[in-house]
């Protein structure tokens, strides 16, 4: 089992492009998740789905939208980048709130 | 949402023991994660704490006061291998997501 991936693990982007990151799962859990990781800010939870079709906003949305339109793929879309999305970027996935959460390898953006 | 505070830093000698303390809102409490983190790395899972006590699993354990909204891992013959951050965090808004505290760099000097 692969576990968590993620695509890309490094991007640099010009302000005001778009993207898209992409995280996909094979141990069939439910609920999925998308973090971005400052320095001295921890993990911020951007957005996350409790199921396949289903999405919700977490602590810092904005600038992002999300789709989960199949259970193991979750994809970030970033509309216009600006420098402030510059970060790395986490996906998750677990069965429920109280199980553990599996991390991807991450994310590497930079906005210019 | 949860409110999670923990040290930023701290540093301690290899094969000496560390505490890393986690406090957060007893109100709704449903459990509490303990994640490490290498630079550069992903989190991985360490614990999840449900029941007051310590729970231990090798060199690591964890401990939880729920009446004291208290929590510590607590780290035993540390090696350089240990250095890292360890991040607290606790299911959160309607149980359905998990809020992490900003994580505690923990730096293992010879």
């Known amino acids: 089992n692969a576990g968590v991936t993620q695509t890309p693990k490094f991007r640099v982007l010009k302000t005001g492009q778009s993207m898209t990151l992409l995280c996909a799962q094979d141990?069939?859990?439910?609920?999925m998740y998308w973090y971005r990781q400052d320095p001295g800010m921890g993990l911020r939870l951007i957005h996350y789905s409790v199921g396949e079709g289903t999405t919700a906003k977490g602590e810092v949305p904005d600038g992002y939208n999300v789709s989960r339109l199949k259970k193991q793929n979750f994809l970030l879309g970033l509309e216009s980048a600006a420098p402030s999305q510059t970060s790395v970027y986490f996906c998750?996935?677990?069965?429920?709130?109280?199980?553990?959460?599996?991390f991807g390898p991450g994310t590497r953006l930079t906005v210019l | 949402g949860q409110n999670i505070d923990q040290p930023t830093e701290m540093t301690a000698t290899e094969g000496a023991i560390v505490q890393i303390n986690c406090t957060y809102q007893?109100?709704?409490?449903?459990?509490l994660f303990w994640y490490q983190q290498h630079a550069g790395e992903a989190p991985t899972f360490l614990s999840y704490n449900v029941l007051d006590g310590l729970e231990e699993k090798g060199r690591f354990s964890s401990f939880l006061s729920r009446s004291k909204g208290y929590s510590y891992l607590l780290l035993k013959e540390l090696q350089m291998k240990d250095s890292a951050s360890y991040l607290c965090a606790a299911p959160s808004g309607g149980y359905q997501k998990v809020t992490f505290g900003t994580g505690t760099k923990l730096q293992v000097i010879p």
């Open positions: 007893t109100s709704g409490f449903n459990g």
């Open positions: 998750a996935s677990s069965l429920d709130t109280y199980n553990e959460q599996f």
């Open positions: 141990m069939n859990h439910e609920y």
